[in-house]
């Protein structure tokens, strides 16, 4: 309920003063030199209070983007599978506006932030960025409700190229195999490349993975938390699965423990920090234009040019739908083509 008090300065200005009173909320006050004013301001902060929409309006005008990464980082960082891109980005936008207030945090300026990305990221990458600020801003709005609604909901996504298809040569397999063998620095690179490479399986499924998930007796892996939510198996032959036996001999008692945990001492919980020493295993087999997901893609290049069939990539890449593994289709087709011919060979008796 709101109350209206006239009152008076020494000198004998008027003004009036508001206290609004609302049951389970703390009080507001506010003075104004009209009464109009004053009862302009009661009625439309009382429905406002009641409505839950006040005290959103009044953090979001005291808090920064700053204050808001603190807790996401603590409350929700922890629980992703491989938090350090996502950290990336939001050091990217703190750097960028971490002291603008959110109620000053629009969609005019995440669009001129955005631009600014472009000039050195891709639209695929700038939009990655608008969609790390999007579950920030969904956090505060949601968790914390200090904002009303999120300002990146509004952005329409840059348009994309089609999916990459960017994998490994001969020659270019053969010099990251290298480099990772003499990364004495980082010795889990050799294991955690070779997995990739064979089995396709996500960065974040690696870095993850547990000792109890890994069957060396039936040369399998089973990952239990996969991106889609999905349990897969996943086969651990030839090159990866040497690798990782060698790799075992270091590990501990503990079959819970992560495969391949953080350097940080006192930090084995937290998965391996991968991009400093994917940087230099990259640099030292000489491979540009080459991220680490391209792994995954030669995975299924391989695959496709040795025969296995969209289906097949699917339920080996983890993938729900074909959709995914359509870039690969030209491969798979390639593959018909000679089988269909050298059935017509053997058929028709061809050269």
């Known amino acids: 309920m709101a109350v209206i008090e006239q009152r008076y300065s020494k000198s004998g200005a008027t003004s009036w003063r508001v206290k609004i009173r609302v049951k389970g909320c703390k009080s507001e006050s506010a003075s104004f030199k009209r009464r109009t004013d004053a009862k302009r301001w009661a009625t439309k902060t009382e429905a406002s209070i009641l409505d839950g929409k006040y005290f959103k309006h009044t953090q979001s005008k005291r808090l920064t983007l700053s204050d808001a990464i603190r807790p996401y980082s603590d409350e929700i960082l922890g629980q992703l599978k491989d938090p350090f891109t996502r950290l990336q980005h939001l050091n990217y936008w703190e750097k960028e506006i ?12 995440i669009i001129d932030c955005r631009a600014n990305l472009k000039h050195t990221h891709s639209n695929s990458t700038a939009n990655r960025y608008v969609a790390t600020l999007s579950a920030l801003l969904s956090f505060v709005t949601k968790n914390r409700q200090w904002l009303e609604s999120n300002p990146c909901l509004l952005i329409k996504k840059l348009k994309e190229p089609k999916g990459r298809t960017r994998f490994l040569s001969s020659q270019e397999r053969n010099n990251l195999i290298n480099a990772c063998k003499n990364c004495t620095k980082y010795p889990e690179m050799q294991p955690i490349t070779l997995l990739a490479i064979t089995t396709g399986m996500r ?3 690696i870095l993850n993975l547990r000792w109890k998930d890994i069957s060396f ?3 399998r892996i089973i990952l239990w938390n996969t991106k889609n939510d999905d349990t897969r198996a996943v086969p651990l032959v030839g090159p990866a699965f040497q690798a990782l036996q060698a790799w075992s001999k270091i590990r501990p008692i503990n079959n819970d423990a992560l495969v391949f945990p953080s350097r940080v001492e006192g930090n084995s919980s937290n998965v391996f920090h991968l991009d400093h020493a994917w940087r230099l295993v990259k640099r030292d087999a000489g491979l540009t234009d080459f991220r680490f997901h391209d792994l995954r893609h030669t995975a299924a290049s391989y695959l496709a040019m040795n025969g296995a069939g969209l289906r097949e990539l699917a339920d080996i890449l983890g993938h729900k739908t074909l959709a995914m593994v359509m870039r690969y289709s030209h491969i798979t087709h390639d593959h018909k083509h000679q089988t269909v011919s050298r059935m017509t060979d053997a058929v028709f008796g061809g050269k």
């Open 98 to 109: 971490g002291a603008v207030l959110l109620a000053d945090i629009q969609t005019p300026l």
């Open 203 to 205: 960065r974040g499924e």
């Open 217 to 219: 007796k039936t040369q």
